[in-house]
């Protein structure tokens, strides 16, 4: 694995610099404001599961989680407690770090849709630069909230989809889904599996 990264990423010098600009610069800004009311619940959430195993009302492994504001997915939940088992020391800068380091991945992702697309390594170099470091994505991608895993799972769920690995981008799909939507929120659960599954798996 590492050998592989470590290739795509000589091959890929330009949208790696670019990439660690759009991580470095951001780095000063992480402990500049206080956390809101949703990044709040979600890193305090993620706390509690990776160090007792249950949410802040005490329900064990819980797939849904209520009395919040708003209410969030499971998966953002789960994959803060996974930041939370490897760094004791809760902060704002470390809190917000690992969405940053998720971030980090947009860059790579959109130069690489860009470039299947277009056939055109310049132009998605520009795309990619251009879409990173607009103040929309720049301020939301330091912020601990759903979004910060959402985002990167639509683009690698689209890059897997572009590139035909169905089962890939099937799974990516799936994930950003519970990303957005609670569990036991049906409402169009169903129409949006269906339309998933036929749209990846057909010839």
């Given at each position: 694995m590492r050998q592989i990264i470590s290739n795509y990423l000589k091959k890929r010098k330009k949208i790696f610099f670019v990439a660690l600009i759009f991580f470095l610069i951001q780095l000063p800004f992480l402990d500049?404001?206080?956390?809101?009311?949703?990044?709040?619940?979600?890193l305090l959430t993620g706390w509690s599961l990776a160090h007792t195993a249950k949410d802040l009302y005490g329900k064990l492994l819980p797939l849904e989680f209520t009395g919040i504001d708003p209410n969030v997915p499971f998966v953002p939940?789960?994959?803060?407690?996974l930041w939370w088992l490897f760094v004791p020391v809760k902060s704002v800068f470390l809190a917000r770090l690992f969405f940053v380091l998720l971030s980090t991945t947009v860059p790579f992702l959109i130069y690489e849709i860009i470039n299947f697309v277009?056939?055109?390594?310049?132009?998605?170099?520009?795309?990619?630069?251009?879409?990173?470091?607009?103040?929309g994505i720049f301020y939301l991608s330091r912020l601990a909230l759903e979004i910060g895993v959402a985002f990167p799972l639509l683009l690698a769920g689209i890059l897997c989809y572009l590139k035909e690995k169905k089962i890939s981008s099937f799974i990516f799909f799936f994930d950003l889904y519970y990303d957005l939507r609670a569990p036991f929120d049906n409402s169009g659960l169903l129409y949006l599996c269906k339309i998933t599954i036929i749209q990846v798996f057909k010839t």
């Open positions: 500049q404001l206080s956390l809101l009311r949703g990044e709040r619940d979600i939940m789960y994959v803060t407690a277009k056939k055109d390594e310049k132009i998605a170099l520009i795309t990619a630069t251009i879409f990173c470091f607009s103040p």
